[in-house]
């Protein structure tokens, strides 16, 4: 009898130990997606629109990065941070020259026109680049043996610093004056100018901001998978969009909880099943988890006005 | 002085109508009202006197045309405005709610200051300073879209019935702190369907009918006014 405990509990520790190591490819999935989720969320928080071009900022992330590693020389961090600011100011610039005119015209206006924007950034830098680039690794990543598992400084890095925006993000949102008046947009923007808070300012520091976390996560997505096509927006710019809309869309930390939630769903299908079945088992769980929580699982009915 | 002149302002939504042509002039100091039923064009008055809708005429803010001012702007000219149904961001917390009033200003210090003396006046805020303010009551709302309002520290305060959904108690209350709030000389523009409490309140008043005002004068004239007693207060 004790052996075959001691059998059980072996048996049981390699399958846990198998686990835990998805569990890391997990965490690195989940907080890109959660990146990218953050930029269709805030969005629309404060305009109920679908920035469907953000796909394609995330793309332009990594070829962002790849252009700069390519003239420049320059350590990661300061590659990360002005892609950052590089793709931050192109959302920007979207919603100023595209976005804005629209506004208070009809909803499906708006939707068409994000997806030309999306087309068009695409359909740019294939031009450019037509045929899929390989992602030069900007440092020399190492693997650690950690009680048993693996880990690369890599896979340490994505997480970190997703994690680290996202904690940047939180606190700008709920602490600071503009995460205050953003989330006051959100609610009633009718009302804002009455407050003396120039909305159309909060509007593009949400997009600047929203795109420039999308930039991020597409310069750590070049280096997780350092394969890169100008079409790689698209499904990962619709698995992130899914998972924001799980998380319950115009809700920040909904969009964090349904990044890592589809990432450990897609890397635990892969990882039990034969891989044909993630996109299938990955959807339909989500599709479940939105008959019951039709707002997604953070998410709050839209404001019933008097 | 005037501190609020409005000179043929009239708006329209497409083909209505909403406002038209109207004059008046609200004094340095006083609190004047216009009274009106549903549909006199009160609110649209007062959205746009603070700069939310496309209007024709002229509105002044002391000497100051306000001819393509934004809104958010003219809230840094001394004015502030608590809308219509109260307005307050029910995702906010009390506390939120108020330092967004305050948005224009860098005073941290005096901010501080008036946040605590606006607490002391109204403790029902203060104990719920972190709660979600879509939680509170609706005369709980009424008084901290009020106190938010003068967080901004204006000279000339508009208030979209403030009455509205309140029972008479509340209604009496809030009025009250109206009456305050005039006495430490802010100036005072106050529309209402409630002709009876409004006038007793205001210095002077105006009646609004279907966009345009039908007669003017002190609120003690109007409200011994027969054609006054007969449309809004049921004599
Ligand atoms: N957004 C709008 N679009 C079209 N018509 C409008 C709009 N807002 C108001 N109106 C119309 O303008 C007129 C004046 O409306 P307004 O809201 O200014 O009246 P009010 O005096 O504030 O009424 P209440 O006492 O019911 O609040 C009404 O006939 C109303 O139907
Ligand atoms: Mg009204």
Redesign the pocket.
């Known amino acids: 009898m004790i052996l075959a405990a001691a059998a059980a509990s072996s048996a049981f520790s390699g399958w846990a130990f198998y686990l835990a190591q998805q569990s890391i490819n997990a965490l690195q999935l989940g907080s890109i997606y959660a990146l990218i989720a953050l930029g269709y969320s805030m969005v629309y928080g404060v305009l109920t629109m679908i920035n469907f071009a953000h796909g394609d900022l995330f793309m332009l992330g990594a070829f962002a990065c790849l252009l700069i590693a390519a003239f420049l020389p320059l350590p990661f961090v300061v590659i990360l941070l002005l892609v950052i600011l590089l793709i931050g100011l192109l959302g920007a610039l979207i919603e100023r020259v595209a976005y804005r005119p629209l506004r208070g015209g009809p909803r499906v206006s708006a939707i068409i026109t994000a997806l030309g924007c999306g087309l068009v950034i695409e359909n740019l830098t294939l031009v450019n680049f037509p045929y899929a680039q390989r992602m030069p690794a900007l440092f020399t990543s190492t693997s650690y043996q950690v009680a048993g598992l693996t880990i690369s400084t890599l896979q340490l890095l994505i997480i970190g610093i997703s994690v680290a925006l996202m904690l940047g993000l939180d606190f700008f949102i709920y602490k600071t004056r503009y995460g205050i008046a953003m989330r006051a947009i959100a609610f009633d923007a009718r009302t804002v100018p009455l407050m003396g808070v120039p909305a159309d300012r909060i509007i593009s520091l949400t997009f600047l901001i929203g795109a420039g976390l999308g930039g991020a996560a597409g310069m750590l997505y070049g280096l997780a998978y350092p394969v890169i096509a100008p079409s790689m927006g698209v499904l990962v710019g619709w698995k992130a969009f899914i998972a924001a809309v799980i998380g319950g869309i115009g809700s920040v930390r909904g969009a964090v909880l349904g990044g890592f939630i589809l990432g450990g769903v897609e890397i635990m299908v892969v990882a039990f099943l034969p891989s044909t079945y993630r996109d299938l088992i990955s959807y339909s769980l989500l599709l479940v988890i939105l008959i019951f929580k039709p707002y997604g699982l953070l998410g709050r009915a839209p404001n019933q006005k008097v | 002085m005037s501190a609020l002149t409005v000179e043929n302002l009239t708006?329209s939504?497409?083909d209505?109508h909403?406002?038209k042509g109207l004059s008046f002039e609200v004094r340095e100091g006083e609190i004047f009202t216009l009274i009106?039923?549903?549909?006199?064009?009160?609110?649209?008055?007062l959205r746009a006197i603070s700069g939310l809708l496309r209007h024709g005429g002229c509105v002044r803010l002391g000497d100051r045309d306000l001819e393509g001012i934004a809104a958010e702007a003219i809230v840094s000219l001394g004015m502030a405005h608590v809308p219509?149904g109260r307005g307050i961001f029910g995702n906010l917390t009390v506390l939120e709610n108020l330092k967004l009033g305050a948005w224009i200003r860098r005073d941290h210090k005096a901010i501080a200051e008036d946040l605590d003396r606006m607490l002391t006046a109204l403790p029902r805020l203060r104990e719920r300073l972190t709660q979600p303010a879509g939680t509170l009551s609706g005369g709980e709302q009424q008084m901290l879209a009020v106190a938010r309002a003068l967080m901004s520290r204006p000279r000339t305060l508009l208030l979209?019935?403030p009455s509205m959904g309140l029972a008479p108690k509340l209604v009496k209350e809030i009025y009250h702190v109206i009456r305050e709030i005039n006495q430490t000389g802010v100036t005072i523009l106050l529309?209402e369907?409630n002709a009876n409490i409004a006038l007793k309140l205001a210095h002077r008043a105006a009646v609004?009918e279907t966009?345009t005002i039908t007669l003017a004068g002190d609120s003690a004239e109007l409200l011994a006014d027969p054609r006054v007693r007969e449309a809004y207060l049921g004599a």
Request: hydrophobic residues 35%; negative net charge.
């Open positions: 708006v939504y497409g209505i909403a406002v009106g039923a549903n549909g006199a064009g009160k609110t649209s008055t219509e979209d019935e529309v369907q609004l966009g």
